[in-house]
């Protein structure tokens, strides 16, 4: 019989706002609300194979402490820090003391927008950047979370 070992969860992270999605600013955010996009990660979290730990915080402090929780009991982290991007060495800083892969992701193409919101603190402590797509970004942060924690697999 197949033995395998129980992958540690990947935790999806959400930070200031992110709690009013479908309500906020839906021309640029869209219309899913963040149970909808629970929804879609989970189902597609299930396609990969992995587990998911979904979470938002409005605060900079609780969202820090979960990177940290995540340091020795997650297998990666999706996070999209909201404004907190723009403006947070904490942030930056527990991503890098996390030391497990980590994408961060954006609903929006940042990069189209406003100057302030081209500049991310957080790039430089993961693996990659994505953003623009859409509840997408979710799925594609994912799969790239995916395809470095399981690299075997495709994804
Ligand atoms: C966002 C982009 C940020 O600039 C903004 O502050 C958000 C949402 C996005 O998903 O597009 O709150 O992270």
Redesign the pocket.
Known sequence: MESRVRMKPVYILN????NLLGLREPA??GTATLGDVEALCRSHAKSLGLEVEFRQSNSEGELVSWIHEARDRASGIAI???????TSVALHDALKAADIPAVE??????HR?EAF?HTSLIAPAVNGVI??FGTN?YVLALSALHSIISPDKKG
């Open positions: 930070g200031p706002n992110l640029v955010y999209n820090a909201g404004a907190y991007t723009h992701l954006h609903l929006s193409n940042v927008r919101r953003c623009g970004s």
